[in-house]
T-cell receptor, first 112, second 117 residues
Framework: AQKVTQAQTEISVVEKEDVTLDCVYE???????LFWYKQPPSGELVFLIR??????QNEISGRYSWNFQKSTSSFNFTITASQVVDSAVYFC?????????FGAGTRLTVKP | DTGVSQDPRHKITKRGQNVTFRCDPI?????LYWYRQTLGQGPEFLTY????????KSRLLSDRFSAERPKGSFSTLEIQRTEQGDSAMYLC???????????????FGPGTRLTVT
């Protein structure tokens, strides 16, 4: 069975604060892919990143960084120096075959 | 390339009526997926196609739901005898898959919001 848990339902920060969104996953597959998506108030899901299970290198893209640790089955997402435009619901997802399992999402509110 | 498109964007129907949604994927993508999202939840997988073949269906997809992708391009999702519990956002996504079997990221359309009254 595959499962993605995002324990943080809502997070509120003040602009310029750093924030980390947690993601824990469960799968019996040895080959799998992890994703983060952003869903802004407009509603359309926006792809942010994909990692495969054999690549545990952390990745940084501008203000975004991702920490993948197989030992703890976690794939956490950090936004540095948050901005109001970062306000959205963020989903972590897992795919081992064709389908994709999403977590329940974390609603991030960045206040000016 | 304009991304994944879905039609209609909104649909209001009365309970018991049939509805059909259409999804046009990104042109070079051979995989197409349908999801359902309710308020405050993440998208739930319904089914997916590789070219015209429907490879997997979730148990969420009851007998009242049917999806097709007849020519391996656009897809339709039909709900027969709609119920109030079918009210949700129906999302379509597409991706490419290499012959090596890697799973690539899915790109989502804007969704069709269904309201059953």
């Amino acid at each position: 069975a595959q499962k993605v848990t995002q324990a943080q339902t809502e997070i509120s920060v003040v602009e310029k604060e750093d924030v980390t969104l947690d993601c824990v996953y469960e799968t019996r597959d040895t080959t799998y892919y992890l994703f983060w998506y952003k869903q802004p108030p407009s509603g359309e899901l926006v792809f942010l990143i994909r990692r495969n299970s054999f690549d545990e290198q952390n990745e940084i893209s501008g203000r975004y960084s991702w920490n993948f640790q197989k030992s703890t089955s976690s794939f956490n997402f950090t936004i540095t120096a948050s901005q109001v435009v970062d306000s959205a619901v963020y989903f972590c997802a897992l795919s081992a075959r064709g389908d994709m399992r999403f977590g329940a999402g974390t609603r991030l509110t960045v206040k000016p | 390339d304009t991304g994944v498109s879905q039609d209609p964007r909104h649909k209001i129907t009365k309970r018991g009526q049939n509805v059909t949604f259409r999804c046009d994927p990104i042109s070079e993508h051979n995989r197409l997926y349908w999801y359902r999202q309710t308020l405050g939840q993440g998208p739930e997988f319904l089914t997916y196609f590789q070219n015209e073949a429907q490879l997997e269906k979730s148990r969420l997809l009851s007998d009242r739901f049917s999806a097709e992708r007849p020519k391996g391009s656009f897809s339709t999702l039909e709900i027969q005898r709609t119920e109030q519990g079918d009210s949700a956002m129906y999302l379509c996504a597409s991706s490419s898959r290499t012959s090596g079997g890697n799973s690539y990221e899915q790109y989502f359309g804007p969704g069709t919001r269904l309201t059953v009254t």
